[in-house]
């Protein structure tokens, strides 16, 4: 025995299959790879930093750009000028005991042209914050808790770095005589 679709829902059917039509109208579309304005980086970071290789595989999957093995090798050299994460304490309980804490990531860098040494992208920073409930009697989750959000920061962190050195103005090149 077949049921009659009330009204309510053939309207949300409807409405649900015409979504994708306005969506698109709208001229929105996924962000996709973005080229950068350069052919090949150095990256001034420990080669076998977590963040580093986070780095190498969205800029290998992002594009065209080599990333180069020695600064005089590439076209720009991206310097980091700091890289810090800390644990700051935001709340305590009633007893003094630790309530909340909030987990930071500062990253200051530049990008610098090689071969004139003239800064393609000046210092900038990427800040990334999250806040973490704390509870001593479920510690280990909560320390699975805190790998995962620095995760989640670092993942952050990679996406707009990337959009910044995308958005890099490259110095104009010398005029030959």
Not at 26 to 49: H, N, T, V, W
């Amino acid at each position: 025995m077949s049921h009659p679709q009330q009204p309510g829902r053939r309207r949300a059917l409807a409405l649900l299959g015409a979504a994708p039509l306005l969506v698109a109208g709208c001229g929105f579309k996924l962000r996709g790879a973005r080229p950068m304005p350069f052919e090949s980086i150095y990256l001034g970071m420990s080669p076998y930093a977590e963040l580093t290789a986070a780095i190498r595989r969205q800029i290998r999957a992002n594009g065209d750009t080599v990333i180069a093995d020695k600064a005089e090798d590439a076209q720009v050299r991206l310097e980091v000028l700091a890289d810090r994460k800390e644990k700051v304490i935001l709340a305590l309980n009633t007893q003094g005991k630790v309530r909340e804490y909030q987990l930071r990531h500062r990253f200051i860098f530049r990008l610098v042209d090689v071969k004139t040494g003239q800064e393609a992208l000046p210092n900038n920073e990427i800040f990334l914050y999250r806040d973490l409930a704390f509870d001593d009697t479920q510690l280990l989750a909560k320390e699975q808790e805190e790998i995962l959000l620095y995760r989640d920061m670092q993942n952050d962190l990679v996406q707009q770095l990337l959009r910044r050195l995308a958005a890099a103005k490259m110095p104009a090149a010398a005029p030959k005589p």
